[in-house]
């Protein structure tokens, strides 16, 4: 049992997380951020496990990771 | 009384480094310095010092950075071709305000040039070296004793005006022995190196850094270097005269050809010629006032160097239109030298 | 729940200035948890070097000095030499380290300096708009190397965890990637093990990271991931190349 937390302001969009996660929890939104990106967030998240590899991979250090 | 020793200009400067409390040297070995190293490198291990010969000038320029960002005192040495590669570095000690000592006991160019005393690294010295926006300080004695006394001066420089200072000697002034007598290092008040790297150590971060790219950072900096060179220009700058009071011809010269011009002004004034001597002391800042008001009186200066002219443009700027300025330059070579008869006939043929 | 990660402490929560997709960031937290682990953020002196590594003391939060280009490696040595109590670590580049910088990391880590490098090879100049680095492929296309690297003019790409590994001096070397979660974890391991070296004084230490650089590859941040381990990783391998706490013996 686990839960992310995607900050979209730090969040660039890059979607590395997307494929990194085993579950495929995590999706680019469609509307942009301050910063013109669109970034990541999780659906689904009642089946995260909270593995923290989306964590692991990102360059913006935008995800917190809870288990 | 103090104790007087015998030794070469390059090992005065050695020693005087060591009395300034300077422990940590890095350099590369090149002629006519190489007595530097060589002191160093048997001294500094007997004081838990750290000596370092580099792979190169530009390693050894740059391991002085770091020593200096850590607030300790450390320094290099060469010779002009070395120290046009460390010009490299020295840009980036000026433009982070770190303190070291450079010693130049240059030699003749372009080039590979020869190791024959030379004076043509006045330019590269002086006016800021590397690609602009500073000056660093530049002392050249014309002795043993000030190869030692000069040197520990440089450091005191270096660390009240967070700057690189270079301490520019040649050939003559770096191997002849003379007597020395080792002062104590003078105690001059000196501001703590509160920017100094050290590992937060629960304090705030510590950034030495020459680079700024916010809006108007860099040009404000640049005007904060300024504003350090005008006030060594105050302050700092350093000079001696020689029969100048009712001199009609003044001879400028600095370094080792200073001592050849003290000669011939000597011989010149057994003649009745009224000649005087103005020996910067200070390269950067350059005595400027002190010249002018010489200068002024004498009417007439005949600028002597071991090359084809290079501090004339500074005697010409300090004194103005008004007085005349001849120049007579031996270029650095073989056989070059010039004998003080060599100068005294050139003394008689510019006094008027 | 709790938290399982965290930002490290010796990282600033700020906001960073590379591109979408740019591992330097990944690269940087991994080094900031390194710190973390061995609890030395306030001994820590890091040695900034010239390109997008530049603004490490922007991001960590250590005493930081900069270094002309190329020579983080002389100015740590200098760091390192003047406060030997200190945690002394260099982060450079390809350009930085491979190129202009030669002389300074071979002769650094020839001499066993007390000093962890971090090298960062993304096979390109990133800061300067993506010209040719000595680790640029054969055949991969940049801005100086329009009809890509021509192994017979340009040589082959350098590959330096080998090379420093050569060297009397090094502790450690190895190459680690950041392309993907398994691979993330497997460099922390090795940077933590980098830094074992010098918290216990015993040489030189060297970890090479593979890392992408989408905007001058001109490719998708999750492509050019990708070309990390279709085209780097077989001609850069990953592994321990040298691994020696008695190299200075």
Known sequence: ?67 | ?352 | MQQVFTRPESLKDVQTHFCPGCQHGTVHRLVAEALDQFGVQQKTIGVASVGCSVFLYGYFDIDVVEAPHGRAPAVATGVKRARPDSFVFTYQGDGDLAAIGTAEIIHAANRGEDITVIFVNNTTYGMTGGQMAPTTLVGQKTSTSPYGRNKAKDGAPIKMAEVLAQLGGVAYSARVAVNSPKNVLQAKKVIKRAFQFQAEGKGFSFVEVLSSCPTNWGMAPLAANERIGEEMIPYFPLGVFKDDPIAQD
């Open chain 2, 1 to 352: 009384m103090s104790k007087r020793l015998f030794v070469k200009g390059n090992e005065a400067a050695a020693m005087g480094a060591i009395e300034a409390g300077c422990r940590y040297y890095f350099g590369y070995p090149i002629t006519p310095q190489s007595d530097i190293p060589e002191y160093l490198s048997r001294e500094l291990p007997k004081l838990d010092g750290e000596f370092i010969q580099a792979e190169s000038e530009v390693a050894a320029i740059n391991m002085l950075l770091g020593a200096s960002a850590c607030g300790v005192r450390a320094m290099t040495s060469s010779s002009s071709p070395g120290i046009s590669l460390k010009q490299e570095g020295i840009s980036y000690m000026a433009g982070a305000e770190l303190p070291g000592v450079i010693i130049n006991i240059s030699r003749s160019g372009p080039g590979l040039g020869g190791i024959d005393a030379s004076q043509s690294d006045y330019f590269q010295s002086v006016k800021g070296g590397g690609h602009g926006g500073y000056r660093i300080a530049v002392l050249a004695p014309n002795s043993v004793q000030e190869m030692y006394d000069l040197t520990m001066h440089a450091f005191d420089l270096a660390d009240q005006y967070r700057t690189p200072v270079m301490v520019l000697g040649d050939s003559v002034i770096g191997q002849m022995k003379e007597a020395l007598v080792p002062n104590p290092r003078p105690v001059r008040e000196l501001p703590a190196k509160e920017w100094a790297v050290r590992g937060k150590s629960g304090g705030e971060q510590r950034i030495v850094k020459s680079l700024f790219l916010g809006d108007g950072e860099l040009e404000a900096h640049n005007w904060r270097l300024h504003a350090k060179y005008r006030q060594m220009m105050e302050k700092e700058c350093l000079s001696e005269e020689f029969e100048t009071a009712d001199a009609t011809l003044l001879v400028t010269a600095y370094g080792s050809v200073a001592r050849i011009a003290h000669t011939a002004v000597a011989m010149a004034r057994e003649e009745g010629l009224k000649v005087g001597l103005f020996r910067p002391i200070t390269l950067c800042p350059f005595p400027e006032e002190a010249l002018k008001a010489a200068g002024q009186r004498a009417g007439r200066i005949l600028d002597i160097e071991l090359n084809t002219g290079q501090m004339v443009e500074d005697v010409r700027l300090a004194v103005g239109s008004g007085v005349e300025v001849s120049f007579y330059g031996r270029p650095p070579g073989a056989g070059s030298l010039p004998s003080p008869e060599e100068l005294l006939d050139q003394i008689r043929k510019h006094y008027a």
């Open chain 1, 1 to 67: 049992m686990g839960r992310i937390e995607i900050d979209e302001i730090r969040c660039k969009g890059c979607g590395i997380c997307t494929v990194a996660c085993p579950k495929q929890l995590i999706k680019l939104c469609d509307k942009a951020n301050i910063q013109g990106y669109t970034p990541a967030e999780a659906v689904n998240q009642e089946l995260c496990t909270g593995c923290a590899l989306c964590a692991e991979i990102c360059p913006d250090v935008a995800i917190k990771v809870f288990r």
